[in-house]
């Protein structure tokens, strides 16, 4: 599977940014698809993921109620519509997608393809 990411940039502290991400390849649709970040100095850092049936999603706690991670599974297109943005925030984000056997599946795939990251920054 190849992940397409686009989306990022600068934007002010309580500013919203949305990234997008295209999965394309054979059986892209057998793929978890998911957000990390890594801010400068940090390890990288799993933000929200999504099963392959739209479902069932994963926020980790930080973005909760900030960030929303949604699925177009007509094209395989997983977007992360970040609001109330703040300055912990900036990192650079990487679009990630791990197969899964289970339609709902979220928490349990491995992700082991990323596409290329784009930087968020947000300016306080």
């Known amino acids: 599977v190849q992940l397409q990411a686009s989306g990022g940039g600068l934007e002010q502290a309580g500013g919203s940014l949305r990234l997008s991400c295209a999965a394309s390849?054979?059986?892209?649709?057998?793929?978890?698809l998911g957000w990390f970040r890594q801010a400068p100095g940090k390890e990288r850092e799993k933000v929200a993921a999504?099963?392959?049936?739209?479902?069932?999603?994963y926020l980790t706690h930080s973005v909760k109620g900030r960030f929303t991670i949604s699925k177009d599974n007509a094209d395989n297109t997983v977007y992360l519509q970040m609001n109330n943005l703040k300055s912990e925030d900036t990192a650079v984000y990487y679009c990630?997608?791990?197969?899964?056997?289970?339609?709902?599946?979220?928490?349990?795939?491995?992700?082991?393809?990323w596409g290329r990251g784009t930087q968020v920054t947000v300016s306080s």
């Open positions: 990630a997608a791990g197969w899964s056997s289970l339609p709902a599946d979220v928490l349990t795939a491995k992700f082991e393809h």
């Open positions: 999504i099963s392959r049936n739209g479902v069932n999603t």
């Open positions: 390849g054979r059986m892209r649709d057998m793929y978890v």
